[in-house]
């Protein structure tokens, strides 16, 4: 297949994007994005996940996943980096929360760890946050462990914003002026 300059030149540079994903990946990788999270289950791939808490500067990296299973100690060193950083209170983020970042990173071929804006809030920290804008949720998903406001260095935010809709997976919200996206596992919706 001949490709055009623009394209060429758009693989050369590595932009992350669903496309180059799929065109670069092979095998269980590739085959992990056509399927839907559920089926995800099914992989016997060993899931980890990275994080950079921007408020506390607190890094992981955890398996969270393996052999067919969630593992306890990866998804409590999880919870503890995506406490409320307000509080301190630490609450079980959900396994299809994970599972979406982990699909998303995949799909943009991202290399560095996400970077945490808000994991979860406890429902005091929601309120105060509530008062003081009108882009809070008074019945967040943050407040259930099941939304999380990231951004991945290395990729453009433009390009991690289009791959969570693409997913269609919950919910995606787009902070351009803040610089971050928002993703739940709430009922497919876009803003």
């Known amino acids: 297949m001949l490709l055009s300059k623009d394209e060429t030149h758009r693989q050369a540079r590595s932009v992350c994007t669903r496309r180059s994903f799929i065109r670069a990946g092979t095998g ?15 992989s ?7 994080f950079h808490n ?10 969270y996943w393996a052999e ?4 306890t100690a990866g998804k409590q060193e999880i919870d503890e980096i995506l406490r409320d950083h307000r509080t301190d209170e630490i609450y079980p983020i959900n396994t299809g929360l994970l599972d979406l970042l982990y699909l998303l990173k995949a799909e943009v071929q ?7 804006i808000s994991g979860y809030r406890s429902p005091a920290t929601n309120a105060a946050l509530r008062k003081n ?19 991945l260095p290395g990729c453009d935010l433009k390009n991690l914003h289009k791959a969570a809709l693409a997913m269609r997976a919950g919910g995606v919200g787009f902070y ?13 919706r876009s803003w």
């Open 28 to 42: 269980l990788a590739a085959t992990l994005l056509l399927l839907p999270l559920p089926s995800l289950a099914n």
């Open 110 to 116: 991202g290399k560095q760890a996400f970077e945490i």
């Open 54 to 63: 921007t408020h506390t500067g607190e890094n992981t990296s955890a398996v």
């Open 68 to 71: 067919g299973n969630y593992l």
């Open 176 to 188: 351009p002026g803040s610089n971050f996206i928002h993703v739940d596992v709430g009922p497919y």
């Open 44 to 50: 016997h791939q060993e899931r980890k996940l990275s």
């Open 133 to 151: 804008s009108t882009g809070v949720a008074k019945r967040s998903y943050h407040m259930q462990g099941k939304a999380i406001d990231i951004r």
